[in-house]
């Protein structure tokens, strides 16, 4: 049919200089990388391999490192002391002494200056929580902050998986691109030469020649962007799973999740209850009230067992060495504390702390609903992509099979150059809507599986 020699020999000669680096790379995808890469892989490297996913793990030890330290409050404590001290004014105080000694009068007292000009005390104290409630708040409000550092560290794992499986897909979406905009350019490419041939033999206007050409110019530069995307993309997603090695640029991905296009929505099956913002909302508010209770307890009574053991020393003169200057100290003694004042405002601090729980209820309540709405969206715009790549799919292969008629006529002079332009044109339009509609329809997948709680299925 495409046998014309001038036509043959000028394809031969020119067209695979525009297509040498395209079969090149696909040759070399298939043939020089060693492993592939899946999406679970991709997504699992990135949470091995990014700082910042790190860095929140380090926040959780943190945070658990602070709950075992609060524990410690239930612990003895131990304190050794010493103090030396100098009194240059001694204590003087009043003594009835009429009622130690008869010989006054009953009312007779006298000043007595007590104590020496220097005084040590040295030894241990000893104090043992018995009951206080507040350390049992506190060690419930650090695990509450635990379990928000475990969501904040899940809720960034997560936005980092939507974001590394967008990559990915656009980079599968990217390659069949290339394929396909590689049979478009030696589709233009022959009805390019078809209109040459006739031009050469002046049966054909320049502007009709021109109008081929640049379709073909077309083809040509949709090819190079998508080149130039895909290696961009590629270097994104060797970023997100941390890899800094460019030539692993060239590693196969897995293409099984394009099997089956018409995916399965599961619509009154969502996990929102999983997604990590709700979650960490759900435990600020919770956080909330047990800081409510902490607060409460601060105003309760705390007894604990307290002791001394040691000794003390006077002296009218500096001489910490003495002999017969120290004299034996101890007591042991229940100690109870009941705050009466406190220097703040209980009820305002409470009431602030109660409106900041309901606070944190409304804004997860009112987060659930966005993420249930934005999942249904998703979910129709999924379902009416769908139709429409259904319906584009079928326009495209008739599309092409018109194209190659209108090839055969033109090359047989049987139908005018302006139609083949003209239906080159519109298959190229057709063919760029259906690879937005492809790339939109993913795009709707992962925000549906993001919005419905489900984005785990893609790693796990």
Not at 89 to 94: A, C, K, Y
Not at 274 to 303: C, D, F, R
């Amino acid at each position: 049919m495409y046998n014309h020699p001038s036509y043959t020999n000028k394809f031969h000669r020119y067209f695979p200089q525009y297509i040498a680096i395209a079969v090149l790379l696909i040759i070399s995808i298939s043939v020089q990388a060693q492993n592939t890469l899946t999406l679970s892989q991709a997504i699992n490297q990135a949470f091995l391999n990014r700082k910042n996913i790190q860095a929140g793990k380090a926040d959780q030890v943190i945070r658990k490192l602070q709950t075992d330290a609060l524990y410690r409050k239930y612990w003895p404590q131990v304190n050794a002391e010493y103090t030396y001290q100098y009194n240059p004014i001694l204590q003087t105080s009043i003594l009835p002494i009429g009622v130690f000694n008869p010989s006054y009068p009953a009312d007779a007292t006298k000043s007595i200056q007590f104590g020496t000009k220097w005084t040590q005390t040295a030894g241990l104290t000893l104090y043992q929580p018995i009951l206080d409630l507040s350390i049992n708040r506190q060690v419930n409000e650090a695990k509450l902050q635990e379990r928000i550092a475990a969501a904040s560290q899940s809720q960034t794992e997560y936005e980092l998986a939507y974001t590394v499986a967008q990559v990915y897909i656009d980079i599968l979406l990217q390659e069949t691109k290339i394929k396909s905009a590689i049979a478009d350019t030696g589709r233009t490419w022959i009805s390019y030469q078809l209109l040459q041939n006739k031009f050469d033999q002046k049966r054909l206007l320049k502007s009709e020649l021109n109008k081929g050409k640049i379709n073909h110019n077309n083809t040509m530069q949709l090819y190079s962007n998508a080149v130039s995307q895909l290696i961009e993309d590629r270097v994104y997603l060797l970023f997100l799973i941390g890899q800094t090695d460019i030539e692993r640029s060239d590693m196969i991905l897995d293409t099984s999740i394009f099997k089956n296009e018409q995916l399965i929505i599961e619509t009154n099956k969502t996990g929102i209850a999983n997604i990590p913002e709700l979650q960490q909302l759900q435990l600020k508010g919770e956080i909330a009230s047990v800081q409510t209770k902490t607060e409460k307890a601060k105003y309760l009574p705390t007894i604990g067992v307290k002791g001394f053991l040691g000794a003390n020393q006077y002296t009218n003169t500096f001489d910490p060495m003495a002999a017969n200057s120290w004299f034996g100290l101890s007591y042991v003694g229940i100690d109870v504390k009941y705050p009466l004042l406190f220097g703040e405002d209980k009820h305002r601090k409470i009431q602030q702390l109660e409106l900041e729980s309901n606070q944190y209820n409304q804004q997860k309540d009112d987060k659930a609903a966005q993420y249930y709405k934005d999942a249904m969206t998703a979910q129709l715009r999924m379902e009416r992509i769908m139709t429409e790549l259904k319906t584009q799919e079928e326009n495209r292969a008739l599309s092409i099979e018109s194209v190659a008629i209108f090839q055969a006529r033109v090359s047989e002079g049987q139908e005018s150059a302006s139609n083949l332009n003209s239906e080159e044109a519109d298959l190229l339009k057709l063919d760029a809507e259906y690879q937005v509609n492809r790339r939109k329809y993913w795009s709707y997948y992962l925000d549906y599986l993001k919005a419905s709680g489900k984005l785990a299925i893609l790693w796990k």
